[in-house]
Structures are given as structure tokens and as C-alpha cells.
């Protein structure tokens, strides 16, 4: 379901007018789409976090109450910005969109279950965190849910191999990596394709009991002088 939102209109104004707005624990944005005129609007912080705070996160449907119209327009978050110093969200871009018209957008992604490979001393590796999908906003999932129970070391969950629910589609690239593990490098591995590398150019590898002794053959101490 859509989480609500209270917008509250706003005069674009001067930089300080603004910077006043977020001193005051508010956030500027503005709200377009669907040939409408774009809206200015502001929004407090509490409110803004509790309506991105679900399993949608900010790729939740949002249902806005906007200045000057009736009844519920519903919208997407579709951009932000955050202030480079303070890592504070500064603005919000917010699209209008139609609860009967198909939308394009990211879901998060969550791995469930142990792998067998990494039981196996393999390492889990999440290559994507968001995939795209394509549905009617009120059948977009909160979340993929991917088991890799099954997933063993060498092996990859793509998109291609992720089922969704009747009427949601994947935009994203159906050779997309989303999990894998890989098999943990031992040390023995290491100095095997360290080998492989010298013998490959030409080179002999050498065995460090080699180098020892070949270190050891020089290193006594000078021969004393012959007695006159």
C-alpha cells in the first residue's frame, strides 16, 4: 500500500529562504509529471523518514497530499540531493505518476538462506542490491527475496534464474549477477599460479630450501690468515 504524505506549499525563493527552510528541520522539493505544472512544496524531516522507512524504502509508491488539489496523488521519489559536507539530505524530486499505467522501477534485493558454498569455505559475494522491474504501482514487491541456499562455490544466481509474482517483470539484464560464491584462496593456490605465471614466461620455479642453501654457501665466516 502507498505510504502517506503531507505536502505543504511552498514560494521558490532566495538561497537563504531555503537555507532558512532546512534550519527549521524542513525539506525543499518540488513534485512534476504527467504534464502537469510543476509543484514547490516542503516537508518535514519526521514525516519524509517515516514514509520512506518500509520495506520499500526509497523506492516506496508515495500517497500525497498536495496544496491546491483534491483527493490523493500518488508519486515516486525520483531524485535527491544530499549536502557534500554534512551528508544531509538538501532536496527532493518527487514524480507523479498513474496507479493504472505500468512504471519502471527499482526494488531492493535480499539474499535468504546460508549458501552451500560458503558451508563449504566458499565466499558469498551480493553483486546487485536493486534490481529494476516493471509493474502497476500497487503490484510493484517491496522486496526480491533471492534463496540461495542452493548456490555453491563457482556458482551464480542471475536474474534469469529469479522468479517474480503475475504482473511484475524484470527490466534489468536477464545475465545479471546478483549472488555468487567463490571458493576462499588458500595459500598453496597462491604459489600454484605463481608457478604457472614463471613456467608460462620460461622461468624455474624455485623451492625456498634452494634459495636457503644457496644464501647458506656463502655466508660462513672469511678463512683466517696463513701463519708467516
Known amino acids: 500500500m502507498p505510504d502517506s504524505l503531507?505536502?505543504?506549499?511552498?514560494?521558490?525563493?532566495k538561497t537563504k529562504h531555503v537555507r532558512?527552510?532546512?534550519?527549521?528541520?524542513?525539506?525543499?522539493?518540488?513534485?512534476?509529471?504527467?504534464?502537469?505544472?510543476p509543484v514547490a512544496f516542503q516537508v518535514d524531516v519526521p514525516s519524509l523518514r517515516e514514509a520512506l522507512s518500509g520495506e520499500a524504502g526509497r523506492h516506496a509508491v508515495l500517497k500525497l497530499q498536495v496544496p491546491g488539489r483534491k483527493g490523493d496523488t500518488h508519486a515516486v521519489l525520483k531524485d535527491y540531493?544530499?549536502?557534500?559536507v554534512r551528508d544531509r539530505l538538501i532536496h527532493i524530486d518527487l514524480?507523479?505518476?498513474?496507479m493504472t499505467e505500468l512504471i519502471v522501477s527499482s526494488v531492493n534485493v535480499r539474499l535468504e538462506g546460508e549458501a552451500q558454498g560458503v558451508k563449504d569455505g566458499g565466499?558469498?559475494?551480493?553483486?546487485?542490491h536493486e534490481l529494476e522491474v516493471e509493474a502497476l504501482p500497487a503490484?510493484?514487491?517491496?522486496?526480491?527475496v533471492v534463496d540461495i541456499s542452493a548456490l555453491v562455490a563457482g556458482n551464480a544466481i542471475r536474474v534469469s534464474d529469479i522468479s517474480l509474482p503475475a504482473g511484475v517483470e524484470f527490466k534489468s539484464d536477464p545475465d545479471t549477477v546478483v549472488a555468487a560464491v567463490i571458493q576462499a584462496t588458500?595459500?598453496?593456490?597462491?604459489e600454484a599460479e605463481q608457478a604457472a605465471e614463471l613456467e608460462a614466461a620460461g622461468l624455474t620455479p624455485v623451492e625456498p630450501e634452494e634459495v636457503e642453501g644457496a644464501e647458506g654457501e656463502g655466508a660462513g665466516?672469511?678463512?683466517a690468515p696463513e701463519a708467516e
Open 186 to 190: 588458500t595459500m598453496e593456490q597462491i
Open 95 to 98: 514524480l507523479e505518476i498513474s
Open 123 to 128: 565466499v558469498l559475494e551480493q553483486a546487485s
Open 20 to 37: 532558512d527552510l532546512r534550519k527549521a528541520g524542513l525539506i525543499p522539493g518540488v513534485l512534476y509529471g504527467r504534464g502537469a505544472e
Open 6 to 13: 503531507v505536502l505543504e506549499a511552498r514560494t521558490p525563493g
Open 81 to 84: 540531493q544530499l549536502d557534500p
Open 139 to 144: 503490484n510493484l514487491p517491496t522486496e526480491i
Open 221 to 223: 665466516e672469511a678463512p
